[in-house]
Each structure stands twice: as C-alpha cells, then as structure tokens.
C-alpha cells in the first residue's frame, strides 16, 4: 500500500523562487518516482501561473484562500486542514517556511537555514515574523525535520531542535551539456568580456555582495558580472566598465555564464546549502566561497574558501586564483567531479526514506 503524501509547493509562486523553490521542485519530483509514494502538491490561490521551470511535477490542488490569508490562519489559527483538498494522508511535509496543520498525519518540515534567527538584520521584518513562527511550528510540532547541510543541523540543534529528529538531505544538481554555439550566444548577448569573475544569487545583504564589490576593487584588471533578481535591501550594483550587473536571466543561460566564467564567488555571510555553488561546480567552475558555513560543506576541497568578513581575504584570493591557470584547472576538474554525487536522486531517495520513517 503507498503512503499518500501532501507537499506545499507554495513556493513556486514566490517572487523571487530561489533555491529553496528549485530545491523543493526537483526533490518532490524525485521522490515521487518511488512507487510506494503518492504525492499531491498544495497551494493557496493565485491569478498567475508557477515561476518559469517550476510548474510542480506531481499532481496539485490548490486551496481558495490567497496567500497572505492562508498563512495566517495556518500559524495562528492552525487552519484550515488540508483534508478538504487532498483527502487523507499519511504525511503532511512543510516544504519551506510555512507549516500547515497534519491533522492526523505524520508532519515532515523542511527548515532549510536559520540565517533570520541568527542575523536578524538581514531579513525584512514580515520575512522575519513568518520564518520565526514556521520554525516554532517545525520544531514543537514535526514528526522528523529535513535540513540540507551539517550547518543547518547545528544551527537548529542550537536553537532547541533534538537532533534525533534532524535528517540532513543534501540538494542535487543536473550538469548541462554547453556547446560552443551556447558560449558564443551567451558571450554576444550579454557582451561579455574574455575574462570575469561571476556571482549569482538574489540581491538581497547576507548574499554579501557588497563585501565582494568592495573586495572587487581590489582586484586588479577582470570585470565582475553580478546575476540574479532584484531581492531586498540597500545593495547597490550599478553597471559599469568594471562591473556588469545583468539582472535575472532564463535559465538555459546560467549553465553557459558558469562555463565561461574565469572564476565564480559567492561569499555568504550564510547559506543553508548554496545552490550557486554546486550549480557552478557541476559546470566546471572554480569556486570562491565562504568559510564556516553551508557552501564550505558544498565544496569541500574542489574550491577555495575565505571568511565572508574579510574583504582583503576574499581579494586575495581572487587575485590569487585569477593569476594561476594551472589551479583554476584542477579546481574545476575537482569540483565538477565533486558535484557529480550531488543527484537529484539521491535527495529524492533520502526523502522518500524520512516520509516512511516518519510513518513508522
């Protein structure tokens, strides 16, 4: 007999989906190729459709309240159950930082960082207040929490979780294959330089972004190309002939700016996973990134890390790297040999797991 499972997939619809929403949609889709498995997605109401890429690959029902109502009855109120919608299940998983009531149901919830407890600062107040209370939620209430990194896991068993019920089910990755049409298309689009460093992410402070253009300055004669959508936050990123800021991007060309970068950065000040990273390194990149947090565990020897602190630091070893060939070389090879055995699979095999442990 299968275990039915009700998944949110709310985050499809985020603003700016990030990785938690290409997290949630790869390791859903995964999990539910375990036959033993029935998943059913569930949603609030929206008048538009799921981000690009991100339309859920498991059969949804959406619940006729809008957002901003569904979770506030679902962390004050704790309602409405979801049975009206998905019927009966064995598992209720919290895929993000909204946690429905499992009525009956096992509940599963993924706490993915804990970056808003820790610099609070670094997050609106609203994002702040929901994060705060879908993490009390996960951590009174949750059968088993899933976490993708050891960091993640001391971050909550710091702030009370017991660590018999924390899984870490680290993310995947999907190489893709770039021909030189793709580099020249992408080169000729965005005009690239012969050389850049690139960083990727949401435009928002503990991205650090402004630490890494302060240590960009520093770094003498290569262009940074700065990637990804506008977030929150006073971070200023003005295009000029030094820096190239492109904004958000489609998809098929990420995998082309991660293979013609020189080098690629992301100095955190914290990640729960930084799937950057591991996208970059499945490409062949060689990696800057930050020591003592979640990237570090992601790259593990196939890069280098510095202190997201330390801007000289970070410049140093940019220059450093930019300047010898040879390293750039081995790390790429490193890294995307290391990526490798970051599968989508893999995190759907170790998902499917904690639903049947969650049961049992």
Same mark, same amino acid.
């Given at each position: 007999?299968?275990?039915?499972?009700?998944?949110?997939?709310?985050?499809?619809?985020?603003?700016?989906?990030?990785?938690?929403?290409?997290?949630?949609?790869?390791?859903?889709?995964?999990?539910?190729?375990?036959?033993?498995?029935?998943?059913?997605?569930?949603?609030?109401?929206?008048?538009?459709?799921?981000?690009?890429?991100?339309?859920?690959?498991?059969?949804?029902?959406?619940?006729?309240?809008?957002?901003?109502?569904?979770?506030?009855?679902?962390?004050?109120? /704790?309602?409405?159950?979801?049975?009206?919608?998905?019927?009966?299940?064995?598992?209720?998983?919290?895929?993000?930082?909204?946690?429905?009531?499992?009525?009956?149901?096992?509940?599963?919830?993924?706490?993915?960082?804990?970056?808003?407890?820790? /610099?609070?600062?670094?997050?609106?107040?609203?994002?702040?207040?929901?994060?705060? /209370?879908?993490?009390?939620?996960?951590?009174?209430?949750?059968?088993?929490?899933? +976490?993708?990194?050891?960091?993640?896991?001391?971050?909550?068993?710091?702030?009370?979780?017991?660590?018999?019920?924390?899984?870490?089910?680290?993310?995947?990755?999907?190489?893709? +294959?770039?021909?030189?049409?793709?580099?020249?298309?992408?080169?000729?689009?965005?005009?690239?330089?012969?050389?850049?460093?690139?960083?990727?992410?949401?435009?928002?402070?503990?991205?650090?972004?402004?630490?890494?253009?302060?240590?960009?300055?520093?770094?003498?004669?290569?262009?940074?190309?700065?990637?990804?959508?506008?977030?929150?936050?006073?971070?200023? +990123?003005?295009?000029?002939? /030094?820096?190239?800021?492109?904004?958000?991007?489609?998809?098929?060309?990420?995998?082309?700016?991660?293979?013609?970068?020189?080098?690629?950065?992301?100095?955190?000040?914290?990640?729960?996973?930084?799937?950057?990273?591991?996208?970059?390194?499945?490409?062949?990149?060689?990696?800057?990134?930050?020591?003592?947090?979640?990237?570090?565990?992601?790259?593990?020897?196939?890069?280098?890390?510095?202190?997201?602190?330390?801007?000289?630091?970070?410049?140093?070893?940019?220059?450093?790297?930019?300047?010898?060939?040879?390293?750039?070389?081995?790390?790429?090879?490193?890294?995307?040999?290391?990526?490798?055995?970051?599968?989508?699979?893999?995190?759907?095999?170790?998902?499917?797991?904690?639903?049947?442990?969650?049961?049992?």
């Amino acid at each position: 007999m299968s275990l039915r499972v009700a998944a949110t997939v709310e985050s499809a619809w985020h603003r700016v989906p990030g990785g938690i929403a290409n997290a949630t949609h790869h390791s859903l889709h995964a999990a539910a190729e375990h036959p033993d498995l029935d998943l059913i997605g569930v949603h609030a109401w929206h008048r538009s459709d799921p981000a690009e890429g991100l339309t859920p690959a498991i059969p949804i029902s959406a619940i006729p309240l809008p957002r901003p109502v569904l979770y506030d009855l679902w962390h004050r109120a /704790r309602r409405p159950g979801l049975g009206p919608w998905v019927g009966d299940v064995d598992v209720v998983h919290a895929t993000d930082a909204v946690v429905p009531p499992a009525g009956g149901a096992a509940l599963v919830a993924s706490v993915h960082d804990l970056a808003f407890l820790n /610099r609070p600062a670094q997050s609106t107040a609203r994002g702040f207040r929901l994060a705060t /209370r879908g993490f009390e939620l996960a951590r009174d209430e949750a059968t088993l929490i899933s +976490v993708p990194s050891a960091a993640t896991k001391a971050a909550c068993v710091a702030a009370g979780v017991d660590p018999t019920r924390l899984r870490i089910i680290p993310w995947g990755c999907r190489p893709a +294959v770039v021909t030189d049409a793709d580099r020249a298309r992408v080169r000729d689009r965005y005009n690239l330089p012969s050389r850049f460093i690139l960083w990727v992410g949401t435009l928002e402070p503990r991205k650090n972004l402004t630490g890494l253009l302060h240590a960009h300055r520093s770094v003498p004669g290569v262009a940074l190309v700065v990637v990804g959508p506008e977030g929150w936050g006073d971070v200023d +990123v003005s295009s000029s002939d /030094r820096v190239l800021r492109l904004g958000a991007v489609p998809a098929a060309d990420l995998a082309p700016l991660y293979d013609l970068a020189t080098v690629f950065t992301l100095p955190s000040h914290a990640e729960g996973f930084g799937m950057p990273v591991l996208d970059a390194m499945a490409q062949g990149a060689a990696v800057v990134t930050s020591s003592g947090t979640a990237t570090e565990e992601v790259v593990g020897d196939a890069g280098v890390t510095v202190a997201p602190d330390d801007a000289d630091a970070l410049a140093g070893a940019l220059t450093s790297l930019l300047a010898d060939e040879a390293a750039r070389t081995r790390l790429g090879a490193a890294a995307r040999a290391r990526a490798a055995g970051f599968t989508w699979q893999h995190t759907g095999a170790l998902l499917a797991d904690v639903y049947r442990e969650a049961v049992a």
